[in-house]
T-cell receptor
Framework: GQQLNQSPQSMFIQEGEDVSMNCTSS?????WLWYKQEPGEGPVLLIA?????ELTSNGRLTAQFGITRKDSFLNISASIPSDVGIYFC??????????FGQGTRLTINP | EAQVTQNPRYLITVTGKKLTVTCSQN?????MSWYRQDPGLGLRQIYY???????DKGDVPEGYKVSRKEKRNFPLILESPSPNQTSLYFC????????????FGSGTRLTVV
């Protein structure tokens, strides 16, 4: 099946810094999704992207659907403590299955 | 409140003792799915269901069974659990099709000793 590779695997930053992470695929996706998982909870959808080149924001979060359709990027501006968690990219494989990346674990020092 | 409810949240069991993890959603979603989460591997799909009585295998179905007798419920059954099934399990539901904004449950942490 398709594989998604996220980078970096973990990040340790200071509060207030901007964050960038990316996700690449071995094949083309028509949809890119970004989820956040907080400790002890299930993933929650942050942003959905449906068109190549699309740039979508959700508060301090901005995600982009890469032009090649094989990558996507997530940026968080002015990080705050509640941004801590694991961020997953995901894309559909077939009609009813989501493939997930390995996740980027974000830790913030206050 | 719209939600996906999994039970139990935590479970420790012994090898070979059959167990069931329940999943229920109150959003009238057609699509339901089970994932397992392991360090460094992200979430991998075990089984999914597109509607009542319609189920199909995901990427890692070995050692698991599911059933979808009612729209709201999608239990995960481990007939003979083994230590390699120790993991964090998530149930998810959604409307399917191009609407991929699935709602996840809070997870079930299973330990098989």
């Amino acid at each position: 099946g398709q594989q998604l590779n996220q980078s970096p695997q973990s990040m340790f930053i200071q509060e207030g810094e901007d964050v960038s992470m990316n996700c690449t695929s071995s094949s083309i996706f028509n949809t890119w999704l970004w989820y956040k998982q907080e400790p002890g909870e299930g993933p929650v959808l942050l942003i959905a992207l449906y068109k190549a080149g699309e740039l979508t924001s959700n508060g301090r979060l901005t995600a982009q659907f890469g032009i090649t359709r094989k990558d996507s990027f997530l940026n968080i501006s002015a990080s705050i403590p509640s941004d801590v968690g694991i961020y997953f990219c995901a894309g559909p494989e077939g009609a009813q299955k989501l493939v997930f990346g390995q996740g980027t674990r974000l830790t913030i020092n206050p | 409140e719209a939600q996906v409810t999994q039970n139990p949240r935590y479970l420790i069991t012994v090898t070979g003792k059959k167990l069931t993890v329940t999943c229920s959603q109150n959003m009238n979603h057609e699509y339901m799915s089970w994932y397992r989460q392991d360090p460094g591997l992200g979430l991998r799909q075990i089984y999914y269901s597109m509607n009542v009585e319609v189920t199909d295998k995901g990427d890692v179905p070995e050692g698991y069974k599911v059933s979808r007798k009612e729209k709201r419920n999608f239990p995960l059954i481990l007939e003979s659990p083994s230590p390699n099934q120790t993991s964090l399990y998530f149930c998810a539901s959604g409307f399917g099709g191009r609407s991929y904004g699935y709602t996840f449950g809070s997870g079930t942490r299973l330990t098989v000793v």
